[in-house]
């Protein structure tokens, strides 16, 4: 989960939100996860935490649903950096890792933005590995 607050920049890119290029399904493991774009994604958190007041959430991913949520109004690069990071969530929960282990929350957080900008700005690579 990203709250907004998180502090995003454009990294040089287009800063407009086109919805038509994210993907319907991310396949992760054995399991298909659906994208949906929704008002507001904390609203399907679900985890019994309330939300601090005023806060809005870029994206949340549920195992149980195989879904990825996203709150719908980001900038595209934005839009792409949420979703890697709650795919990184459901790389995380597939693979058997908990919360526990260290700081999940943490960990994504500290590799979705240079992992994004890494793959973004090396596409030869990006393709090498998306044609294994």
């Not at 493991?29 to 806060?55: L, Q, R, S």
């Not at 991913?61 to 690069?77: L, N």
């Amino acid at each position: 989960m990203i709250p907004m607050t998180k502090v995003m920049t454009s990294m040089g890119r287009k800063n407009t939100t086109s919805t038509n290029q994210i993907p319907k399904t991310v396949e992760v493991g054995p399991y298909n996860f659906d994208v949906k774009i929704v008002d507001n994604a904390g609203d399907h958190i679900g985890d019994g935490k309330p939300m601090e007041e005023g806060n809005i959430v870029y994206g949340c991913m549920k195992m149980t649903e195989q879904k990825i949520f996203m709150s719908a109004g980001q900038a595209d690069i934005v839009m792409a950096d949420t979703l890697l990071h709650e795919v990184m969530h459901a790389i995380w929960a597939v693979s058997g890792a908990t919360a526990t282990d260290l700081n999940e929350e943490y960990i994504v957080s500290a590799f979705t933005t240079i992992l994004l900008q890494t793959l973004r700005r090396n596409p030869e690579f990006t393709r090498y590995i998306a044609e294994l």
